[in-house]
């Protein structure tokens, strides 16, 4: 290849051109030339072939269109002889996308190279078919594909890419490519000692899982071992080491593959894993050696990121938040970067967040780092992290930056502190601050959104009104002001400044000459504005001005010729108005409140979230786990006192709510229902544009008495309790009871956490109620965590838990209601009194708007729960087993109808339940030996043993002994077992179904030839 | 998965562009030169990453590094670590180091088939297929070895075997 003397004379040439042109010139030639020499391809030998065929390549490159020579590539690809072969594939795959008509003609070339036995044709194929991977190919080639995959007789360079090839056919055509039953083969590839098959295999797990988790349990263990052995440094060659760490991407890889399992639940499989991560996470030290230092932290990123996945106990989240609050402020820009990006993704993990903002000072450090890439992670992070309570600090700190900030980050910047400043602000006039200052610092980058929201509360607060007025002010007196300042200031003086009417500067007069000194600088979309605003000037002028007036008239005199439509009958109308007298007062009377509505701006903010949503493992996870991610508050007291800044101090100031509902459209029309009669005189839509409100004739044209109606509805309706609504609502409730559909399968969620200690345990569109929980002996402890998933408060929130005889059940209070996208915890002590299946059930309710909603859900506070898996050796069971000699304290049963399971799959299953299998105790493989210590109050620890004798045979059925010193703990644990053994996935706490013999007595007899009996006796 | 692999100069010039997504060549060069417009502009000592979406749309980021007169640039989804990717960058340059001897821009430019199998090698489909550079350079020896022994005797061996022994 070196020795294309034809090629290098081209790439000098190409490099000699003086400029574009030249170059162009030369290619045509070139192009002309190698067009020439293919028409007589009889001519040209393999060598003269791929010389003109890497020319082309090049020009490609350089951004030419290549656009012949296509039929000959793809004809080479049958050439017999390898030059010419490879020369076809490489120009094919650079080339032809992958519906290009001639790619069908190649089909029976490549699967003859495929299946062939020359591992350099194989290659070349799979390499061509990958790069493009066709439909196609993915019908015709997959089944050959995956076949080199598994054969044995393959080198590892061809297998390494056959498991990419058939990876990049199913991303590409997953309905062509049929990976079912694939799970023991993918297993079996884990297998595989050679690393670099081992890499592409793991890639291909990826894919796979990433589609379908639940068919690839069985790759879970394997990939843990995997890791476990790069970590451990064992059996990784000196080739696959990399800057002293054992093959860094291949780490990352497994770790990717493992976040992709919603949880581990084997214990086993998850202590290796975890002793794995701990070890990455404690052992990974910042060094002098760039290279080194990347390859390590990019396994400790992805090792946190796992972490999180897994949602491990606090403890080690909190070692992780300790880690990444390090690398925010070490040196090295790219741990800075990642440790930054890795915080806000750490938000979404529960609990954390208090952590986080010990570590505020540094972020807003590297707000003004020298690289932009991590300033914007650290924008991002703020933004993430930003609530009620430290929303005036972060927000103040970007405003303070934004005179600094790069122009390319400046309308993000101003957008986000806009943002924040409405969710969060502690009080409005705050507000006003904020939206006023980004205005003057950075007018370029403030959407009309941003000031129509200004003018939205002002006007619906009739206590921020002179506030905003004398802030207005000061702005506008100042020299240079931008168009969007004049915008909003003539808008608010022009409503209220006549409540400032008697400081000093204020006069009509004075105001009138402020404002109407910006007009020869304003564009023809401020002008109606300025127009407005001397109309209702004049109007609050009492006593009247003669030489205000004059003035006032002579400039609408002016613009009633203007060539701008608006304007002129702006001018018009108020001119003709302002004859009129007092019906002046009436018709230019002050703006009604505008209806409640969802900020613009949320929605863009919450839409462009959800834009972005990106399939990487943690942002399912975090779908799955808090769709209220965008505001975590801290919990508030019952009784709302002690949080310094609650969000419930907004409604002091009279305005409806900060944000507003989230489903604007249904809100209104259970308003209009309540309000049925009043809805048909009023048929203005609520939802009217925004900008029409401003901009639009509404000002002459809405007398107030017909808009009023709606505000009123408005507000009452997100008062939410004032008599009327409630009156009507009462009927409403009847009929729209469980309309609320639950997200999620209820039953699934409750079985998953009976398995696992946090997790959703239930989801409507209004709420989310998530729990976590600990247990410890017969004790437990569980939060749950309410969460607000709208912009209004949920009300009338109620929880009762109806505990079953055996447990002792306190819920502290719960508050009545949960304020806008908050999320309330609420601890639940739970003591197990004595052995029982029993379920409590929490009796939930609250009322979204007229909506009132009741769910009964079931409390994973169930019997296994109060298990705790325990090892226990042959000297221990035996004398133990023995002791416990028969009914009621041991109970043997046969149980028939069981889903079918290896049994592998049986223990994970007992372990799942912290029921723990001593291996080697039984020296029947068939059988299974476990025990667990079960705690309540009236049995204290106790130990439980299990006996579990499958028949190879028949799978269905099997003998189950049980003993311990409580005959109810001994017959429930039975029956649990039982339960489990058997249960149909979708009712797991209906009895048995008729499989199970229809006798809850367990049968006291002991055969006489009771294996186990036998098996202690061979053993003493 | 990775979306492209360039290789520019600090002028600005396309030293290599293999893009694992079929695009027309016009977009292709669009989205080079608006690598390379945000690249040059940025200092020595920071990070590696630059925001690459509004570039190349959601969900892709970007990873560069700067060796004399090249940059590397490897385009990405967030499937990928960026650590990592950048140990990958590491990997190509190491490698056509141990190819070249002290490679230089030149060399990537007069050896442009070459620079291409190394990638092939390196990266298949976008997905990673070998991560050691001493396997890379194996495989791109033994391609090297076939070619020449087939443009001296325009025959080649019926199989492989003959170049199995590692």
């Known amino acids: 290849m070196h020795g294309m003397r034809g090629l290098s004379v081209f790439i000098s040439d190409i490099r000699n051109c003086q400029n574009k042109e030249q170059e162009r010139l030369r290619i045509d030639k070139e192009l002309g030339n190698v067009r020439n020499r293919f028409k007589n391809e009889k001519g040209l030998t393999p060598y003269e072939k791929k010389k003109y065929v890497w020319k082309m390549l090049y020009i490609f490159m350089l951004g030419y269109d290549v656009d012949f020579g296509h039929m000959e590539a793809v004809s080479l690809i049958s050439a017999p002889k390898y030059p010419e072969k490879q020369v076809g594939y490489i120009v094919t795959s650079c080339l032809l996308n992958e519906n290009h008509d001639f790619l069908r003609l190649a089909i029976n070339t490549v699967r003859n190279d495929i299946i062939g036995r020359n591992e350099t044709f194989q290659c070349l194929a799979l390499t061509m078919v990958g790069n493009i991977g066709g439909r196609e190919f993915a019908e015709s080639l997959a089944p050959d594909v995956q076949k080199l995959l598994l054969s044995s007789s393959c080198r590892p360079l061809v297998r390494k890419k056959a498991a990419l090839c058939l990876l990049r056919l199913y991303r590409k055509n997953p309905d062509v490519v049929n990976v079912d039953g694939w799970a023991d083969r993918m297993a079996q590839l884990l297998d595989e000692r050679d690393l670099g098959v081992l890499t592409s295999s793991m890639s291909l797990l990826v894919a796979l899982v990433s589609n379908n988790h639940e068919a690839y349990w069985s790759c879970l263990p394997k990939c843990v071992k995997i890791l476990d052995r790069l970590a451990r440094n064992q059996d990784v060659p000196q080739e696959y080491t990399y800057y002293g760490i054992p093959s860094p991407w291949l780490q990352v890889k497994t770790m990717r593959a493992l976040q992709y399992f919603p949880t581990i639940e084997d214990p086993y499989t998850r202590r290796t894993l975890f002793e794995v991560l701990q070890r990455i996470l404690m052992g990974t030290d910042v060094v002098k050696n760039v290279n080194k230092n990347n390859a390590s932290h990019a396994v400790l990123f992805e090792a946190l990121a796992l972490v999180m996945h897994l949602d491990a106990e606090k403890e080690m989240m909190s070692q992780c938040v300790a880690l990444l609050g390090k690398f925010i402020a070490v040196r090295e820009p790219n741990i800075r970067y990642l440790g930054l990006e890795n915080m806000t993704r750490m938000l979404m993990v529960t609990d954390v967040q208090d952590i986080i903002k010990r570590h505020q000072a540094q972020i807003i450090t590297s707000l003004k780092d020298p690289d932009v890439s991590i300033r914007r992670r650290a924008l991002d992070l703020l933004y993430g992290m930003c609530d009620v309570t430290n929303a005036k600090d972060i927000v103040e700190e970007l405003l303070q930056y934004l005179s600094s900030a790069d122009f390319t980050m400046r309308e993000e910047l101003s957008l986000k502190a806009a943002i924040l400043a409405e969710k969060f602000a502690p009080d409005l006039s705050w507000y006003v601050d904020v939206i006023l200052q980004l205005i003057d610092k950075a007018g370029d980058f403030i959407s009309d959104d941003i000031w129509f929201r200004v003018v939205q509360f002002v006007t619906n607060n009739d206590d921020l009104q002179p506030y905003a007025a004398a802030k207005v002010k000061e702005y506008i007196d100042k020299p240079a002001v931008h168009e969007t300042m004049v915008k909003v200031s003539a808008y608010i003086l022009g409503e209220y400044s006549h409540l400032l009417a008697r400081r000093p500067g204020c006069s009509p007069k004075e105001i009138f000459s402020i404002l109407h000194e910006k007009l020869p600088t304003v564009s023809t979309t401020t002008i109606p504005i300025l127009l407005s605003a001397y109309a209702k000037i004049l109007m609050h002028t009492q006593p009247p001005d003669q030489e205000l007036q004059s003035q006032i008239w002579a400039i609408f005199n002016k613009y009633e010729s203007c060539i701008d439509a608006e304007i002129q009958q702006r001018a018009v109308e108020y001119l003709a108005l302002c004859q009129k007298g007092a019906a002046l007062t009436d018709i230019l009377a002050e703006m009604p409140k505008f209806p409640e509505r969802k900020s613009s701006l949320i929605k863009r903010a919450e839409y462009s979230e959800a834009d972005t949503a990106e399939q990487s493992a943690i942002k399912l996870r975090a779908q799955q786990q808090t769709s209220n991610a965008l505001v975590v508050t801290d919990q508030i007291p019952a009784n709302g006192a002690t949080s310094p800044v609650s969000v419930g101090q907004l409604s002091l100031v009279k305005v409806p709510s900060l944000v507003t509902t989230e489903n604007d459209t249904s809100t209104d029309r259970a308003l209009s229902q309540q309000n049925g009669a009043s809805s048909k005189v009023d048929p203005q839509p609520p939802s009217a544009d925004l900008l029409s409100d401003i901009l639009g004739p509404l000002a002459i044209e809405g007398p107030p008495g017909a808009t009023v109606q709606s505000e009123h509805n408005a507000v009452s309706g997100l008062e939410g309790d004032s008599d009327a609504v409630d009156g009507s609502a009462i009927v409403v409730v009847e009929e729209q009871t469980n309309t609320v559909q639950p997200i999620g399968n209820i039953d699934e969620r409750f079985r998953a956490l009976c398995l696992k200690d946090s997790g959703v345990l239930y989801e409507d569109p209004y709420i989310q109620i998530g729990i976590k929980a600990e247990w410890r002996g017969h004790h437990g402890r569980l939060v749950l965590f309410l969460g607000n998933k709208n912009t209004a408060p949920l009300i009338s929130v109620q929880a009762i838990i109806l505990p079953p005889a055996q447990l002792k059940v306190e819920l502290s209070l719960v508050p009545d209601t949960i304020p806008p996208r908050a999320q309330v915890q609420c601890p639940l002590e739970v003591v197990n009194l004595r052995p029982s299946r029993d379920v409590a059930v929490l009796d939930f309710s609250y009322k979204f708007g007229t909506n009132m909603v009741n769910v009964k859900l079931r409390l994973p506070a169930v019997l296994n729960k109060f298990l705790q898996p325990i090892q226990v050796s042959a000297e221990e069971f035996f004398p133990q087993w023995r002791s416990l000699s028969g009914p009621p304290l041991k109970l043997q049963e046969v149980v028939r109808g069981v889903r079918p399971m290896p049994l592998p799959e049986m223990a994970n299953l007992l372990s799942s339940f912290h029921i723990m299998i001593c291996p080697g105790l039984d020296p029947n493989p068939n059988n299974l030996v476990a025990s667990t210590t079960f705690y309540s109050e009236s049995t204290r620890a106790m130990l439980c043993l299990v006996r579990i004798e499958t028949d190879p045979a028949d799978r269905t059925q099997l003998r189950m002994t049980l003993s311990s010193g409580d005959p109810t703990l001994t017959f429930e644990l039975k029956e649990f077992i039982k339960e489990q053994l058997i249960s149909i996935p979708t009712a797991p706490r209906s009895p048995a179904p008729s499989a199970a013999p229809p006798t809850a007595q367990p049968s006291p007899q002991i055969p006489p030839n009771d294996p186990a009996a036998i098996l202690a006796g061979l053993l003493s | ?166």
């Open chain 2, 1 to 166: 998965m990775i979306k492209a692999v360039m290789v520019m100069n600090t002028q600005g010039k396309t030293r290599l562009a293999k893009f694992y997504e079929y695009l027309p060549v016009e977009k292709q060069q669009e989205l080079i030169r608006g690598v390379f417009a945000v690249l040059c502009s940025r200092a020595e000592n920071v990070s590696n990453f630059i925001d690459a979406e509004s570039i190349f749309g959601p969900d892709s980021r970007l990873v560069y590094k700067h060796f004399a007169t090249l940059y590397f640039v490897f385009v990405f989804d967030s499937s990928e670590n960026e650590l990592a990717v950048l140990d990958l960058i590491q990997v190509f340059v190491e490698t056509l180091d141990r190819c070249f001897k002290n490679v230089c821009e030149l060399d990537v430019v007069f050896n442009y088939s070459k620079v291409h199998t190394i990638l092939d090698e390196m990266i298949f489909g976008g997905q990673v297929v070998e991560t050691s550079s001493s396997e890379i350079m194996k495989a791109v020896e033994e391609i090297s070895k076939l070619e020449a022994a087939s443009n001296a005797i325009t025959l080649i061996p019926k199989s492989a075997s003959g170049w199995r022994s590692r």
